[in-house]
Every structure is written in C-alpha cells, then in structure tokens.
C-alpha cells in the first residue's frame, strides 16, 4: 500500500490563481480530512469527509473547495488564492466507526507546502 | 468548540532522561486524546492515544495520562533516545468523531 499520498510537495502561487491540491488513499478508508499547519498553531481542521459524495466543513473552511467523487481522493481546491493561504496542507484518512471502543487511526499523507505571493 | 493548549512549545533533554509533554483541554464531552510525533518533512504520526475512561496507558517507553476532572493530560517519555527528537502534537476529540483539535505543538530535542 501507498497509503495517503499528496501531489504537488510543493506549489507556488500568485494571489488571485486558483489550485487543486490531490490526496489519494489506497486502504479504502471511508474518512478523509484536509488541514493547514502554521507555525505555532498545530493543525486545523479544513474540511472533511465521511464517504463519497458527503463533505462537511471543520474549523477553517473559508477559500477552500472540497469534493469527494470516489472512496480513494480528496482533492482541496483554492479558488482564489491569497497570501493568508500560505501553509503546509496535509491530507488525512482512517476507517470510520470504532475499533475497540475508539477512533480507528488517522494516517497522514506527506504534506504540500503552498506558498502564495 | 474544543480548544487545546499544550505546554511547553520546545523542550531540550538530555539522552537518557525522561521528557513531559502537558495539553489541557476546555470541552468536557471530549473522550478521545491522541498523540501525534510529526519528523521534519512528514506528516503527523501516531504514537499513542487515550480514551476518557483509561487514567493511563503505556507503550514501551511511552505513556499518557489523563486527568478528565482537571481536564488535562500528559506525554510522558522515558530513557529518551536522539530519534526521539521530533514535534509532537496533542489533540481532543468526541467518540468516533475524527475532527481532531490539535494543540500547537512541543519541539522536542534530545541532546547527545
């Protein structure tokens, strides 16, 4: 298995160009999420997924653009990209319901480093 | 919503000692804590998580804690080693809810 894979590694735009950033699984996992790292504030939740054709908006969705056609991709789309927008997004993916009584294990994907100037 | 602070943002150590990662939380209905060891240039990985009826739970070298009175909980690394150097993140969540709330992060060096 791949796992959760991430295209491009890294991506520079100009303020105004629009994006799609790919995440890809191959272990069949119903859930999939999107988030953004900056420096000193850990990661936060974009938007997300429980299955195709359902997504659901986390705790920075404003810019972003989801869609979830198949089980295996996530694509994130940056529609007009602004310099706030600079982060380092990474994918996520995991099993929904419980294993044991908790959530089954998020796998995250490498990450893409967006720079927008 | 759920907010988690964690403590403290960096942390040096020297190899062999033990190291203490602390986050607290502010949502009560939260029952899921997981750790995450992120390496520079990689995702978050898992390296243990806890639920709110376990009090502790160790891995090796590796244990967590939880007090869900005080609503805090805690990273405890034992005999740390150099590839133990890493960021590590807290974060909270309810049941099999996976919209994680992360805390910002501990930079951890174990120092040769």
């Known amino acids: 298995n791949a796992g959760v894979t991430q295209t491009p590694k890294f991506q520079v735009l100009k303020t105004g160009q629009s994006m799609t950033l790919q995440c890809a699984q191959d272990?069949?996992?119903?859930?999939m999420s999107w988030y953004r790292q900056d420096p000193g504030m850990g990661l936060r939740l974009i938007h997300y997924?429980?299955?195709?054709?359902?997504?659901d908006q986390g705790e920075v969705p404003n810019g972003y653009n989801v869609s979830r056609s198949t089980t295996e991709d996530f694509p994130l789309r940056l529609l007009s990209a602004a310099p706030s927008q600079t982060s380092v997004y990474f994918c996520?993916?995991?099993?929904?319901?419980?294993?044991?009584?908790?959530?089954?294990?998020?796998?995250f994907g490498p990450g893409t480093r967006l720079t927008v100037t | 919503g759920e907010n988690v602070e964690q403590h403290p943002s960096t942390l040096s150590v020297q190899e062999g000692d033990s190291a203490v990662i602390k986050c607290t939380y502010s949502d009560s209905a939260s029952n899921y804590f997981p750790w995450y060891k992120q390496e520079l240039g990689k995702g978050p990985q898992l390296i243990i998580d806890i639920r709110s009826n376990v009090g502790e739970k160790k891995d090796q070298r590796i244990a967590v804690t939880l007090n869900k009175t005080a609503k805090h909980f805690s990273l405890h690394i034992t005999e740390t080693q150099p590839e133990d150097s890493a960021v590590y993140f807290c974060?909270?969540?309810?049941?099999?809810?996976?919209?994680?709330?992360f805390g910002s992060g501990t930079q951890l060096t174990v120092l040769p």
């Open positions: 974060a909270g969540s309810q049941g099999s809810a996976r919209q994680l709330t």
């Open positions: 996520a993916s995991s099993y929904r319901g419980l294993a044991g009584g908790q959530p089954y294990e998020q796998y």
């Open positions: 997924s429980v299955g195709a054709g359902i997504t």
């Open positions: 272990m069949n996992h119903e859930y």
